[in-house]
């Protein structure tokens, strides 16, 4: 596990100069036509993204959670939900509880945020609390840990920040150049300037296209493979890789649009939160493997739950090529065994009609609604600003006081 982490280290240094490197190349041409100095535009260019990264690296996690609109919850508040997180923690080996929240959103998604382990959060919708057995809810989380652990979190905060960066500045500078230029605002710097001016343009317009797609795709493609290594530590830490192919099965099939997901957060999601209304999620993504493949991946490891069982069902599926872990990770495993489908989830898990009263009642707690259970059995809401000093049950008849 610990030679993914460095082998997650040593590829976000790498990105990061190479994205960097695309974003000094813009802000050289950016400053070579706006003030006939690249180095300019290269101190622009760095000050811009120095501003976003700290912005992004201590309040990174604090906007996104208040983006998506998540609420904190204690173990009283959600018990099941708790216990399998806290399972999930002592099976990846995390140092710390990762704080839980809550989005009240019918979209099946889950995401982790944390800059480190110590420092985690997993953020679950409403829609996935309703529709998950425990089994499947607990492929979910392990899976959303398993990026927290492998400082998959930090890895895709500087990617985010970095691919921010060049397409807003190319976005700005290539309208400048565009709209100065037919205005005619830009002006001659010497004797044949003109001709350099074009040529100096037009490079400038070609690289402020082509690098943020070039950016994106190195994006997406780091995005791709740490989906499949938090697949592969999800069946490790569960040891029943079925949780998750059953859970990513339902996940698809959802067509509820996650409202407050954007495009810079959608690879912090399990599954692409972004589908055209009315359709299935399945295979869409471009931030994420086709979801039919990573569920077929998953139910191809028959012989175990190990590294070396998901790698080898992982060359069974795309034939071609390689594996996606590697040799150092695998050996550091070894053997591990499949387990069985909980007796929880046969017997004792709550049904859907259940998961749904649960998860309505912690919702309503988190809006500070009163409950008072009434002898008949009915569950009244009160809302926080109800004024009157009584409630009759709207079944029974039966008038209850309320204390001030």
Known sequence: MWE????????????????????????YFAGLYFFDSGPSGIIIALIVWMVMNMVAFFQGDGILLALSR????????????YNIVEEMKIASGLPRMPDIYIIDDPALNAFAIGRDPDKASVAITS?????????????????????????????????????????????????????????GTRRSSS????????????????????????????????????????????????RYPEGLASALEKLSASTSQLKSASKATAPMYIINPFR????????????????????????????????A?????????HKAGGGIISAPTIAVTGAVGLRAAKAETKGKDPD???????????LWRQSNYKTITC??????????????????????????????
């Open 352 to 362: 859907r009609l259940a998961r749904t009263r649960e998860t309505e009642d912690l």
């Open 309 to 317: 069982d998901y790698d080898h069902a992982y060359q069974q599926v």
């Open 70 to 81: 998540a609420k904190k919850i204690k173990r009283d508040d959600h018990p099941r939900l």
């Open 127 to 183: 829609g996935l609390l309703n529709k998950l057995s425990r089994d499947e809810l607990q492929g979910v989380i392990a899976h959303e840990l398993a990026h927290i652990k492998n400082r998959d979190v930090l890895l895709m905060t500087m990617t985010a920040v970095l691919l921010g960066t060049i397409v807003i500045l190319a976005f700005f500078a290539s309208r400048f150049m565009i709209f100065g230029s037919m205005g």
């Open 4 to 27: 993914q982490i460095r082998s997650n280290q040593i590829r976000t240094i790498v990105l990061v100069a190479g994205m960097g490197l695309m974003l000094l190349v813009i802000g």
């Open 276 to 307: 055209k209304k009315g359709r299935a999620a399945a295979n869409l993504s471009s931030t994420h493997p086709p979801i039919s493949e990573r569920v077929h991946i998953l139910r191809q490891m028959a012989g175990g739950a190990s590294f």
């Open 375 to 404: 002898s008949c059995g009915t569950k009244l809401k009160i809302p926080p600003k109800f004024k009157e000093s009584s409630v009759k049950c709207p079944h029974c008849g039966k008038v209850h006081g309320l204390s001030k």
């Open 191 to 238: 004797a044949g300037g003109g001709q350099i001016q074009v040529i100096i343009f037009i490079v400038a317009i070609v690289l402020m296209i082509l690098a943020p797609i070039l950016a994106q795709l190195i994006y997406f493609a780091i995005s791709r493979k740490r989906e499949y290594m938090a697949d592969a530590s999800s069946a490790l830490y569960t």
